[in-house]
């Protein structure tokens, strides 16, 4: 069956950039669309981005506002979320998640059926 593994999260200063990485085993990464989500204490999860399976679509939340990218490599079976800017606002456990195939993404955490375990990031000076 599909998994997913986040990893990369940890401490940054305000301002400063993170990379996250969502590893994909038991299925390809291309068949399936893939979404980041957040989640802070005493917050609803929260949809950050996504991509489409085949890669044609990429929707970003408002509030990325430019900052963040969404990128696949395909041969790796990875996804990543590079982020820059960041705030402390941005402070959240991050989670990837598969749904597909042939969904076409979204920002609703309720729309994916596949989630990894969860990565924390932390914007603090």
């Known amino acids: 069956q599909l998994q997913l593994v986040e990893s990369g999260g940890g401490l940054v200063q305000p301002g400063g950039s993170l990379t996250l990485s969502c590893q994909v085993s038991?299925?390809?990464?291309?068949?399936?669309?893939i979404g980041w989500f957040r989640q802070a204490p005493g917050k609803e999860r929260e949809g950050v981005s996504s991509?489409?399976?085949?890669?044609?679509?990429?929707l970003y939340a408002d509030f990325v506002s430019g900052r963040f990218t969404m990128s696949r490599d395909i041969a790796k079976n990875t996804v990543y979320l590079q982020m820059n800017s960041l705030n402390p606002e941005d402070t959240a456990v991050y989670y990837c998640?598969?749904?597909?195939?042939?969904?076409?993404?979204?920002?609703?955490?309720?729309?994916?059926?596949?989630w990894g375990q969860g990565t924390q990031v932390t914007v603090s000076a």
């Open positions: 998640a598969a749904g597909g195939p042939y969904f076409t993404g979204s920002l609703w955490a309720n729309e994916f059926e596949y």
């Open positions: 991509v489409s399976s085949g890669g044609g679509r990429t």
């Open positions: 038991g299925e390809t990464l291309d068949y399936y669309a």
